[in-house]
């Protein structure tokens, strides 16, 4: 029977190998394409959050309106396909970064700071692969609705026992999301995510500029998400229940909303320029 030392060693040998293939060179070519491809969705979110202000008729201000524009625009399909192998491939190479720090799970002095990173690493994968593998639906000709989908999986949930504390849990777990965007967008905390030595000096203010603005925005965005989502818990009203377009319908309805979501379409934008500035000089590491 192999001693854990050896079994160690071997652990650490197959995360050399995996580690080589998250860090090829091919690899992080892919993944620049879907982080411009996450930029482009971002401002296509932000473009239809304006009309949807501006009291156009019923649009998809989310992601897979976004993706719904791509899908009817030339070449939509080669496209849509780009997007999602993109995403993918973003997804993999974000994730490749949990290679980097696990050794410090084995380390009790550094192991909830490294629990941490490694957390929004894998969290920051899980939202690439999402997104990407709904493009590839939609590439495929496949039909999705993000808001309906949220609302039937809330009903089914709560049906079950013990279902309204979770979807509680969950809307409780998205208002935290807001709020970590919101902080990281206060505190800048995002250029960590930029290579800031091979980025001219004179971008890093547009840079930081365009990303607390963004983050801010996605940061109110989804806070409301969360508090609607709460609403649904307890209320067992499945109606309320909505992703992103209905926070975004939510935002327009209120007084002085058309204003106000013309702020957040800003903000999405902002976003979706600062995905593009973070596909020309990426960094993938959180902490870095």
Excluded: N
């Excluded at 969290?123 to 639906?137: C, D, E, N, P, R």
């Excluded at 969950?170 to 030595?197: C, E, H, N, Q, W």
Aim: glycine share 14%; proline share 4%.
């Amino acid at each position: 029977m192999p001693s854990p030392r050896s079994l160690l060693d071997r652990v650490h040998r197959a995360v050399g190998h995996a580690r080589e293939v998250t860090d090829h060179p091919v690899l992080e070519a892919v993944a620049r394409v879907g982080l411009v491809a996450y930029g482009v969705v971002h401002l296509l979110i932000g473009w239809l959050a304006a009309q949807l202000a501006r009291g156009a008729g019923r649009t998809d201000a989310d992601q897979t309106g976004a993706l719904s524009t791509v899908a009817g625009s030339p070449g939509g399909s080669v496209l849509l396909w780009l997007i999602g192998l993109g995403l993918l491939a973003l997804a993999l190479w974000q994730a490749g970064e949990v290679l980097l720090w696990w050794p410090g799970l084995l380390d009790r002095a550094h192991r909830r700071r490294t629990a941490f990173v490694c957390a929004k690493c894998l969290a920051k994968a899980a939202v690439y692969a999402v997104l990407g593998g709904t493009a590839l639906l939609f590439a495929v000709g496949a039909e999705y609705e993000a808001d309906e989908r949220l609302r039937e999986l809330t009903g089914e949930t709560l049906e079950i026992p013990g279902g309204a504390a979770l979807v509680a849990g969950v809307a409780a777990g998205v208002v935290a999301v807001g709020a970590y965007s919101l902080v990281r967008g206060f505190t800048g905390g995002f250029m960590k995510d930029i290579d800031l030595p091979a980025a001219p000096d004179r971008w890093e203010p547009l840079i930081l500029a365009v990303g607390r603005v963004g983050y801010a925005a996605k940061g109110l965005a989804f806070g409301l998400v969360g508090v609607l989502l709460w609403r649904a818990a307890t209320s067992a009203d499945v109606s309320t229940a909505t992703g992103l377009d209905g926070a975004m319908t939510a935002i327009a309805g209120v007084r002085s909303g058309p204003w106000l979501l013309g702020g957040v379409a800003a903000g999405f934008a902002a976003f979706g320029l600062y995905a593009l500035a973070r596909a020309r000089y990426p960094d993938r590491d959180p902490s870095s």
